[in-house]
DNA sequence: ACAACTGGTTTTATCTTGAAACCACAAGGA
DNA sequence: TCCTTGTGGTTTCAAGATAAAACCAGTTGT
């Protein structure tokens, strides 16, 4: 975890995401859940992760509402990890890493699982940051400009 | 640093790219030069962290390809840390992080900084994803596919 | 009733981190 | 020229985080 100090009640929404989301592991876990894991022995099994840290991130993960500890769907009396609203919002964010990757760490036809939009089957297109007036924007054609 | 062995070789691209990051810090540093950061010296007062700790991030980050380290631009001799290509694939990543703290962690009106479209001075819009057909798609119209 | 599974917690050794001190070299001024 | 300051680190060491394994209570299947 990074050091409080330096993050909390930052004016930049890069800090304080980064402070919520805890560190990597909890990404990946975020990432499982949107491949429909949803309880804490299929995380622990799919990730390979020690318990005690698994039980820690699900728990500060459920306290930033990323998750929800929910009754579990299958009638058991266990419960479920599944995501809230707010968690559902770093899909682009994990959509991002991967794409990331991709395009960076695989030689070209290099095996490696995909995201295909469910309707077509077909692989989705890379992210893209638009202007207010549709134009697409890359690095140089944004910049930062302090809180009004 | 996450454990490597859960993560050396993995097929999935999020893991990799995880891997390659480092830590929190290191997308800090990258959003710092995303805004035109480049000394050691100005990382480091920016940041406000342990200058050994930044010493390694940026090392690593040059290993991983993500910064160069050149001639400093003003005649001195020292050095500058420049984002490469790959450096600058964390845009979407960096804007992904930024607008999911902007939705999740900011009252209605809370002042923070903004990233504009540099032509027009607006804010630019929500990251999206596309399918190959244009069709906007959200976590629930994705599938993830096993490397075929 | 019994055995196995789930979802953890506790314990302990190891590794990482952060703060501060230290250092070599470059640049600038008198 | 010498002296001072600034830059870009490395070293040291205490404190905190992590990983692995053992353990355990409640639940489920047979």
């Known amino acids: 975890m990074v050091k409080r100090t330096s993050m909390e009640g930052a004016e930049c929404p890069v800090a304080r995401s980064l402070d ?5 592991w909890s990404l990946l876990i ?16 799919n990730l390979g992760m020690a318990k005690n840290i698994l ?11 990323i998750f929800d500890l929910v009754p579990a769907s299958d009638g058991s009396a266990y419960q479920e990890y599944v995501l809230t609203a707010k968690g559902k919002g770093l ?5 991002g ?9 695989f030689e070209a036809g290099e095996a ?7 309707e077509q089957g077909r692989p ?19 910049v930062r400009v302090a809180a009004e």
């Open 20 to 24: 919520a989301i805890g560190d990597w």
């Open 30 to 45: 975020v990432r499982d859940a949107f491949d429909g894991i949803r309880r804490f022995g299929e995380f622990q099994r």
């Open 55 to 65: 039980s820690a991130r699900l728990r500060t993960l459920v306290a930033h509402g």
């Open 91 to 95: 899909f682009p964010l994990i959509i």
């Open 97 to 105: 890493l991967r794409q990331w990757g991709e395009a960076f760490f």
């Open 112 to 118: 490696h699982s995909r995201v295909v939009d469910r």
């Open 124 to 142: 989705v297109r890379p992210l893209e940051l638009r202007a207010e007036d549709g134009r697409l924007l890359g690095p140089e054609d944004c």
